[in-house]
């Protein structure tokens, strides 16, 4: 039997078996004992009682802590009541609208992403009184508490002193093979031809999707367009059959639509991707490789198979279905290409929880981490043993390629704000130990004089905590140049980068330049870009990338092409591209940290350096800035020139620069 057969047979017994649960009836007391209910009251009460101006706390951080404290003296003895007493707080208080105080405090269930659970697991943990207090009331309490200092981190006793040998990077060599990177494809499975592609959610394209606003009388979505686009309107659903050829069914009637925008066959820029997308992306990659003879040695994933749907249209089934599917569609195109994949922080339920195995709540997100260990290894990715790893190390593993890399894969969710979990005992360094298993590694791959490729999700200079992304940074600094050849992230849907500079923010100069990351752009359109994918070329002895290649499709010409194929063209090279910017970088030079600070320089000092720059960022999308003559590409280049969020913000700062990436 196939894989998914099994997995969505069983998951259909589990959600049948599970009695639909209503959160309405979640807040009715007549659920729970008398006494019960009593002190749901109660304690809504007290909660109710601290937000008032009369408190004994008078601050906003000093209320939720104290919030937090009464929680996890309820949680300790009555976790079932976290659920009604948090929500009918939130409710009543109006802390959030009153969805938001479901889902945020709610139980969670099989069909419904609520993390209250993941919340009461939390209070049980933490110590409100700490830097957990004060830490979870800046990032989940709106900014509450001011961000409490970082205490001071030295890593240092985690390794052996850096001998000189390794202060620098070894000799290229003049050979080279292809890696492809892909990432975030964030399948959108009720995508719905005709539906509102003009919605005013943050992900269209679903029948549940609307517009606040009514159509005006007389409104006709095509009045703009030319009578070629008209005669060609997508409409008509398309998907690749067993030989990979285009598909199509019975064009779909949209002439007395009351949309703004009937969604097309191929997707939207306010969407996530309809499966026929990925297929085709997918397909492009297999034409391209067999066209230009690429024979690609293996493809980084950088994550993020799932939608962007609101956390109550998502369900456990659509987690899963998501992450087979694509894994599946990767599988059946690049067929005997190995892939090292990553997950991101969509492709977990409840959305980007994850828990230590430490903590005692480990074994509830397991689930997760034992279907990619067999997914992995039934598609041949990865080894039986380190699929073993994987399954024990929340995804995260290990492995030597056939071109003597080793590539090293982490769960960014372990050190991503929205976790929850990442405030317990926040001042551990490494709470998940995944840290201690990447240094292990490095130390390992030193000793032998081979190299290594990070691949995560979340950037370190995006929502990552700040013990962590320091942790990190000091990891990198320690292994770079020698033992360090790539850092790869998604997770931006952006074609971006980061630099890791030594020293302090206004010491950004070539001297300084440590290390790189790349941070790859997605295949998903949604935040207006178009799709798309890149391969690098990557020196066989170092590993160090030579050069980028990105292909994209035009989106919008996918409007009015009559649903046929989508047409995938070379976008850039970032050795060319960038040529006249970085001014004489030889043949035989690596894509490194110098090289990418003189991009990030150029977009500083030029508005047309910036202007390539947001013109690849978004793939010559309709929603690129005009930079020339405007200021609306500004903050770019801050961004650019930060490894961590901290940086970022303190280069926000001293560039007079908005936020902006
Ligand atoms: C604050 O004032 C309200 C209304 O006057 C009262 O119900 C509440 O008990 C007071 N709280 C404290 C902590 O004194
Ligand atoms: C808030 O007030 C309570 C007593 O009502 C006290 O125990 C607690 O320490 C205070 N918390 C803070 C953060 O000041
Ligand atoms: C690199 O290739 C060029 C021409 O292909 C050759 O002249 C040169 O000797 C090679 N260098 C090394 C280090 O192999
Ligand atoms: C067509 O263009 C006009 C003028 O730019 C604009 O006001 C109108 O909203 C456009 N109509 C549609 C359906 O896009
Ligand atoms: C995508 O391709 C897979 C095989 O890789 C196929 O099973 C699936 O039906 C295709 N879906 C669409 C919409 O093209
Ligand atoms: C569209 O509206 C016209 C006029 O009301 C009607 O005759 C026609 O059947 C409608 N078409 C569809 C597909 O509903
Ligand atoms: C999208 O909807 C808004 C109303 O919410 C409207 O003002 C705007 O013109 C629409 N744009 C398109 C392209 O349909
Ligand atoms: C999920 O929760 C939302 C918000 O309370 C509710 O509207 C929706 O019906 C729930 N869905 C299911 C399947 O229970
Ligand atoms: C909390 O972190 C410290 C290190 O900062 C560690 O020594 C301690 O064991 C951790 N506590 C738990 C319960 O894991
Ligand atoms: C679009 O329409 C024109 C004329 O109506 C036609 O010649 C052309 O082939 C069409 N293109 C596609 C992609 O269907
Ligand atoms: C990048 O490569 C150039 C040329 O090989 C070298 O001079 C420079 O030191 C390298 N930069 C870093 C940060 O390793
Ligand atoms: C698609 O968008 C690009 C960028 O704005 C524009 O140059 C191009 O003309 C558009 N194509 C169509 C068919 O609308």
Redesign the pocket.
Known sequence: MKLSTILVGSLATLVSAVPLFNLETALETTNYSPSDEKLIYEFAHQLTTIDQFNSTNSTKCEKCIERLQLGKSIALTKPNLIFPIFTKWCIDNKVTDETTCKMTYGRNTVLNATSGTNFANLLTLMDPNSYDGQLYCHYQSDKHCPLPETPKIDMSSYWPEKQDKHKIAPEPSNETYNVLHISDFHIQLDYSIGSEANCSQYMCCTDHNYNKFEIPEGYDFTANLTQDQINNLSYTPAWYDQDFELEHGDSIDISNSTKWFPANTFGHYNCDAPEVLINSSLKSVAKYQEELGLDFKFSIFTGDLVDHDEDYHLDYEKIIKSEEYIFRDIKTTLKNIPVYPVLGNHDTYPYAQLAQE?SGFGNILDWNAELMGDLWEDYEWINGSTARYAREHYTGFAVETTTNLKVIALNSNAYYASNLYNYW?A???D?FGQFQFLIDELIDSESKDQRVWIIAHIPFVQEALPIPAEVFKQIVKRFSPSTIAGIFFGHTHMDQFNILYDGDVLEKTEENAVNMAWISQAVTPLTDNNPSWRYYTVDTKTHSVMNSFNYYTKLNETFYNESEEPNWEFEYSARESYSDVVNEWPETSPLNATFWHRVASGVNSSTEIAQTYNNFKRRFSPYVPQCIGTNDCDGSYCFLASFTLKEYEACLKTFNEPEFY
């Open positions: 430490k005992n001042t551990d360094v709470s």
